[in-house]
C-alpha cells in the first residue's frame, strides 16, 4: 500500500491524477540520467527513495536512464477511461521505479495495462494513433496555469500544495491543517 492508499485510509480525500510530462524534450528513447541531470547522484537518490519507500514495502532500483515518460501517461489516460487506473498507475510504477524498467517502450506499457487488467491490444493502438495526446496538452496547460513544475505534485484545494517525494508526516500535517481550517478551528 503506497502514500496515498494510506491518507485515504486516514482522511477523506478526493483523488484525481493528472499527467505531467517533467522533461518533454526527453529523446523517445530516453536518456541516461548523468546526460539529463548532471548534478544528481543516482546512488544519492536511490538510498533517499528506498528510505521513504520502506514504511509502505516499496522497494526502488537505482535510476540509471530516464524514460520518455509520454506513452506512458497516454497509457494512464486509456486506463481512466477503463477504470483500471489505481491498478494501472502501481503497475507502471513498478516497472519504472522497482524494476527500472524502460516506460517509454511500448511492450513494458503493454504488460503494464494486463496486469492492471486492461486489454494489451486495445492499449497499443490508442497508442500508436495517439488518441490521449491532446489530452496531455490540455493537462500541460492546466499544470502551467497552477504553476506546476515538478512530478510529484500534490494540490491541496487550491490552497496548498506539497512538491516532491516527501514524508507521510508531511502530508498529514498538511491534511489535518485543511481540516482544521474546514471545521473552523
Not at 548534478?39 to 537505482?62: C, Y
Not at 503493454?110 to 493502438?125: C, F, I, N, V
Not at 500534490?154 to 481540516?179: H, N, P, W
Request: neutral net charge.
Amino acid at each position: 500500500m503506497g502514500l496515498v492508499d494510506t491518507l485515504k485510509r486516514e482522511f477523506d480525500l478526493c483523488v484525481e491524477w493528472l499527467g505531467f510530462e517533467i522533461h518533454p524534450d526527453t529523446p523517445p528513447e530516453g536518456l541516461p540520467l548523468s546526460t539529463m541531470l548532471p548534478h544528481v547522484n543516482a546512488e544519492s537518490m536511490s538510498r533517499r527513495l528506498n528510505s521513504m519507500g520502506g514504511p509502505f514495502g516499496i522497494t526502488f532500483q537505482k535510476i540509471a536512464h530516464i524514460a520518455n515518460s509520454r506513452l506512458a501517461l497516454e497509457a494512464g489516460e486509456f486506463a481512466k477511461e477503463h477504470d483500471r487506473f489505481d491498478q494501472y498507475h502501481r503497475a507502471v510504477f513498478a516497472a519504472y521505479f522497482s524494476r527500472a524498467e524502460d516506460i517509454g517502450n511500448v511492450e513494458i506499457l503493454k504488460r503494464a495495462g494486463q496486469d492492471a487488467g486492461l486489454d494489451a491490444g486495445s492499449l497499443e493502438q490508442a497508442l500508436r494513433t495517439g488518441k490521449y495526446r491532446p489530452a496531455l496538452e490540455n493537462m500541460r496547460r492546466e499544470a502551467a496555469r497552477l504553476g506546476v513544475n515538478a512530478a510529484p505534485t500534490f494540490i491541496l484545494e487550491e490552497k496548498g500544495r506539497i512538491v516532491g517525494a516527501q514524508s507521510l508526516d508531511v502530508f498529514r500535517e498538511k491534511l489535518r491543517a485543511l481540516q482544521q481550517e474546514r471545521s473552523g478551528r
